[in-house]
């Protein structure tokens, strides 16, 4: 595997001692002298060739933010896989036509894929077009099973090696297949996910989902393994080691919702790996009225109560600074007191970055007085976005029933959904005006938060709502 420094990030050597410093965010890491050597090899920017036993300390830079993986075109081995796709459906005829039509146009040698179609008790042609472009055609057991368990019958007629999931209402392009396969060299990846993008931009809720679905992981490459985070991988484009399958008992057949959270994290705590690649496009079509949009948002809500049950030791994570934590108290107080609670905020950032000064200065790092407050700003701010977001996501229908009776809510929950939804529409930059992306970005979080208050109240359990507060980044290698 290659790998090579983040563009904001120096390896410095002062006086023996070894520093990785990242400028954006602000944080450095200590080195040893063999990790330095390792990680010199890309101080110029090259790319750092590891060998396997040096894979598992850079995969923990790249955790930290401080390397990225670099990969060239994929290499597909002399020998092949052999693929099982595998695409549950039920009443979705036309879309299942599209579906197969786009798997005819795949560059994975034919040869080596098998197509098969499940059946979940549909009423209209969907088992004659399956049988037309000659998929292994099976029946799901019963009439609306749900696709976990019509993925798990096909799974247990599956001849290959990787099975690859794909919804009936996506297409592939034809180098799905050839760009996530590849990853599957690493013996211990159990799982591959590829790129979810939007089928439709005629409609606004098209244009939001284009940036805002939940299925589009990331621009960038991710890999969890071991450890309590929440990463997953969504189903509708999934690649899994059959035997990796097999060893977990495959999806939960009693789950309509999340049945791909709670597979992707069973293989985790396994000691399997799973990685997304922004690679192996597929083109899901979204739901495009408010309606379907706000319903299908309700509905992934509700797995969290599930989820929690299933996996306790998986909680929500913040990184909460105490002296940040105090800083942002003092704005809230402003508004409430007097604007006279603003007046220690300078105070006690240049207090802040004058000891993180001092202590730098110790090293000799070139961090100056003027960097350090920026950055500390900067953590400010993210702090207050995932605040925001924390609260519109998981209390807005709370918060507006407040606000009926104490009017000064509305005030709180203007700027919280203005900093959320702002920051939001000025990272994903969508195609639509931002009043448009404002007023459905809280109608989905609203249905989402719905959907959890109700899963929650359901199973009687309301540990989703807990979250695991850290006062720094954990820097330890």
Same mark, same amino acid.
């Given at each position: 595997?290659?790998?090579?420094?983040?563009h904001?990030?120096?390896?410095?050597? &002062?006086?023996?001692?070894?520093?990785?410093?990242?400028?954006k965010?602000?944080?450095?890491?200590?080195?040893?002298r063999?990790?330095?050597?390792?990680?010199?090899?890309?101080?110029?920017g090259?790319?750092?060739?590891?060998?396997?036993s040096?894979?598992?300390?850079?995969?923990?830079?790249?955790?930290?933010?401080?390397?990225?993986?670099? &990969?060239?075109?994929?290499?597909?081995?002399?020998?092949?896989p052999?693929? @099982?796709?595998?695409?549950?459906?039920?009443?979705r005829?036309?879309?299942?036509?599209?579906?197969?039509?786009s798997?005819?146009q795949?560059?994975y040698p034919?040869?080596?894929?098998?197509?098969?179609?499940?059946?979940?008790?549909s009423?209209?042609?969907?088992?004659d077009?399956?049988r037309?472009?000659?998929?292994?055609?099976?029946a @799901?057991?019963?009439?609306?099973?749900?696709?976990?368990?019509?993925?798990?019958v096909?799974?247990?007629?599956?001849?290959?090696e990787?099975?690859?999931?794909?919804?009936?209402?996506?297409t592939?392009?034809p180098?799905?297949l050839?760009?996530?396969?590849?990853?599957?060299?690493?013996?211990?990846?159990?799982?591959?996910g590829?790129?979810?993008?939007?089928?439709?931009?005629?409609s606004?809720?098209?244009?939001?989902?284009?940036?805002?679905?939940?299925?589009?992981? @990331?621009s960038?490459?991710r890999?969890?393994?071991?450890?309590?985070?929440?990463?997953?991988l969504?189903?509708?484009?999934?690649?899994?080691?059959?035997?990796a399958?097999?060893?977990?008992?495959?999806?939960n057949?009693?789950?309509?919702?999340?049945?791909?959270?709670?597979?992707t994290?069973?293989?985790r705590?396994?000691?399997?790996?799973?990685c997304?690649?922004?690679?192996?496009?597929?083109?899901?079509?979204? &739901?495009?009225?408010?309606?379907?949009f706000?319903?299908?948002?309700?509905?992934?809500?509700?797995?969290?109560g599930i989820?929690?049950?299933l996996?306790?030791?998986?909680h929500k994570?913040?990184?909460?600074p105490?002296?940040?934590?105090a800083?942002?108290?003092?704005?809230?107080m402003?508004?409430?007191?007097s604007?006279?609670?603003l007046?220690?905020?300078?105070?006690?950032?240049l207090?802040?970055?004058?000891?993180?000064?001092?202590r730098s200065?110790?090293?000799?790092?070139p961090?100056?007085?003027?960097?350090?407050?920026?950055?500390?700003?900067?953590?400010?701010?993210?702090?207050?976005?995932?605040l925001?977001?924390?609260?519109v996501r998981?209390?807005?229908?709370a918060?507006?029933?407040?606000?009926?009776?104490?009017?000064?809510c509305?005030?709180?929950?203007?700027?919280?959904?203005a900093?959320a939804?702002?920051?939001?529409f000025?990272?994903?930059?969508?195609?639509?005006?931002?009043?448009?992306?404002?007023?459905?970005?809280?109608?989905?979080?609203?249905?989402?938060?719905?959907?959890?208050?109700?899963?929650?109240?359901?199973?009687?359990?309301f540990?989703?709502?807990?979250?695991?507060i850290?006062?720094?980044?954990?820097?330890t290698?």
């Open positions: 595997m290659n790998y090579r420094l983040r904001n990030v120096e390896l410095l050597d &002062r006086d023996g001692e070894y520093f990785l410093v990242s400028k965010p602000l944080y450095q890491l200590r080195l040893n063999s990790l330095a050597d390792l990680v010199g090899r890309g101080a110029d090259s790319v750092i060739s590891a060998a396997a040096e894979h598992g300390i850079m995969e923990q830079l790249v955790a930290k933010g401080f390397a990225e993986r670099v &990969r060239t075109a994929p290499e597909l081995s002399a020998s092949l052999e693929v @099982s796709i595998v695409i549950p459906v039920m009443n005829a036309d879309e299942l036509r599209r579906c197969l039509t798997l005819t795949l560059s034919h040869e080596k894929l098998q197509i098969i179609v499940v059946d979940d008790g009423s209209d042609a969907s088992p077009v399956a037309e472009f000659g998929a292994l055609l099976v @799901s057991g019963g009439v609306g099973r749900g696709p976990a368990a019509a993925r798990n096909g799974a247990s007629m599956a001849d290959g990787i099975l690859a999931f794909i919804d009936s209402d996506c592939a392009s180098d799905w050839c760009q996530l396969i590849p990853a599957f060299s690493d013996s211990a990846m159990a799982a591959v590829g790129q979810v993008d939007g089928m439709c931009s005629e606004a809720v098209d244009r939001y989902e284009a940036v805002m679905s939940s299925l589009s992981i @990331s960038r490459e890999v969890g393994s071991s450890g309590s985070d929440t990463f997953y969504p189903s509708c484009n999934l690649l899994v080691r059959r035997s399958f097999t060893s977990v008992g495959g999806f057949d009693g789950m309509h919702v999340g049945e791909d959270v709670d597979l994290w069973r293989l705590d396994r000691g399997w790996s799973i997304y690649l922004p690679l192996g496009n597929i083109l899901h079509e979204h &739901r495009t009225s408010i309606r379907s706000m319903s299908r948002r309700f509905d992934y809500g509700t797995s969290e989820l929690q049950i996996h306790p030791t998986r994570r913040m990184v909460i105490p002296l940040l934590a800083i942002l108290t003092l704005c809230l402003s508004f409430v007191i604007w006279w609670a007046l220690p905020v300078s105070g006690l950032l207090c802040d970055a004058a000891a993180v000064r001092l200065g110790k090293h000799g790092l961090l100056g007085l003027s960097a350090i407050v920026a950055g500390r700003l900067r953590a400010l701010g993210s702090l207050i976005y995932y925001s977001y924390h609260l998981y209390y807005s229908i918060i507006i029933a407040i606000a009926l009776f104490v009017p000064v509305w005030v709180l929950f203007g700027a919280v959904l900093c939804a702002g920051v939001d000025a990272v994903k930059k969508p195609k639509l005006a931002f009043y448009l992306f404002a007023g459905i970005y809280l109608l989905e979080q609203v249905a989402y938060g719905a959907g959890v208050f109700w899963g929650c109240l359901s199973r009687r359990c540990a989703s709502y807990r979250i695991e850290f006062r720094q980044i954990e820097q290698a």
